[in-house]
């Protein structure tokens, strides 16, 4: 039949649903950096859990750099926003101190990955010894201990069993440092002028469905009874996370916070559109790296590039519930959303390796470049 063809070509642009588009509209952000090889980074982000357990962060700091991040709670929120907020100023800090020992040079990509580890460590150390009320000092910039120390949330041991993944990029005037726990993850994307998108995932998700963290861990722990159906201890699903303290007490520990630290030099021989996409679980339990591509190329001009993501895996969830995406279904509580999928959040950075250079007007101290999402 004649009429079939028309749903056989792909539009000239995708249609949006205006309700799917109001509901991100609201929760997206972004901002332009034209600096560190970065030309804007965009944000999305849609709760399932009542309050949201995701977080984002896009912080600058003077001529050093960039550091963005997705972070993904579990079992309550806290870890998620401490280490939010104390994990982008930690490695911004360090950087700074290691430029300036530098005089000019170019950063050792060996020593600033083992720099970024020991960011991870330090946070997750100050984190579950802040929520014990056993903190007494340590390598997290102080301001935030100070302000979380005052903070009712501490008044429960439990909140240092709540936990976080992470997935990280420190944007810098020599490269990109992608690093990750847990199942927080980026991918690399390259929109090419002939139509054939170049697409690499630079992470690799730690859970127990990964045969290489099973087999870590079992190592590390002498035995195999570790990995139950999947999850540590037949319980906690990532094998690498912030918090989670009650998984830390013994030596080697069950969870770790230590990630996988991947350096991605300035291309500045691409003629194509370049994005790093930082995203939740929630994008990749139902998108791969190629569907995020294809979401980025399709997309309408001057539309946030991490709210056609975000709207992909939406309509990716739909096809769980009778292909309309959860959140617009009339017989969904909107309460229960958990039941049907996860939380989505996406941070997508625009690079321009043409601008891998410092701001013309740093900032002296840590400033974010993207508003919060309340939710």
């Given amino acids: 039949m004649q009429w079939l063809s028309l749903f056989r070509k792909p539009p000239l642009a995708p249609v949006r649903n205006p309700y799917i588009w109001a509901l991100l509209s609201n929760q997206s952000r972004r901002s332009v950096v034209n600096a560190f090889g970065v030309k804007e ?33 579990h079992s309550g929120r806290t870890a998620c926003e401490y280490v939010s907020q104390a994990l982008p100023n930690h490695i911004l800090q360090q950087f700074k101190s290691l430029r300036e020992g530098l005089h000019g040079k170019q950063m050792d990509v060996d020593q600033a990955s083992e720099t970024i580890k020991k960011c991870f460590q330090n946070v997750d150390d100050a984190f579950c010894d802040v929520s014990m009320e056993k903190w007494h000092g340590g390598d997290v910039p102080h301001p935030v201990v100070e302000e979380w120390l005052s903070s009712a949330v501490f008044t429960r041991t439990w909140e240092a069993n709540t936990g976080c993944v992470a997935v990280n990029a420190t944007c810098t005037p020599d490269g990109l440092y992608v690093a990750n726990c847990g199942d927080a993850c980026a991918a690399l994307i390259t929109l090419n002028d002939n139509g054939e998108d170049t697409v690499a995932m630079l992470t690799e998700a730690h859970t127990g469905d990964n045969q290489k963290e099973v087999d870590r861990i079992h190592r590390e722990q002498k035995t195999n009874s570790i990995i139950q159906h999947g999850r540590v201890l037949g319980r906690l699903q990532p094998t690498r996370a912030f918090g989670d303290r009650e998984y830390k007490l013994t030596k080697p520990p069950f969870v770790t916070p230590s990630p996988d630290v ?38 309408n001009e001057g539309e946030n590039p991490a709210t056609v993501v975000v709207e992909a895996a939406l309509w990716a969830y739909g096809r769980f519930t009778g292909d309309m995406p959860p959140p617009l279904h009339p017989d969904i509580d909107q309460t229960m959303l958990r039941g049907y999928m996860d939380d989505i959040t996406c941070l997508v950075l625009e690079l321009d390796p043409t601008t891998h250079d410092s ?17």
Wanted: glycine share 6%; net charge negative.
């Fill in 262 to 299: 991947h350096f991605v030099p300035h291309d500045t021989n691409s003629t194509g559109k370049q994005y790093l996409v930082l995203a939740s679980d929630g994008v990749w339990d139902v998108l791969d790296e190629k569907n995020v591509a294809k979401s980025l190329r399709e997309a």
């Fill in 359 to 375: 701001p013309s007007t740093p900032n002296a101290t840590p400033t974010s470049l993207l508003d919060p999402v309340d939710i």
């Fill in 41 to 73: 980074v965009s944000s999305a982000t849609v709760q399932a859990n009542f309050p949201c357990e995701d977080k984002y962060s896009a912080v600058a700091l003077g001529s050093t750099g960039l550091s963005c991040g997705v972070y993904d709670g």
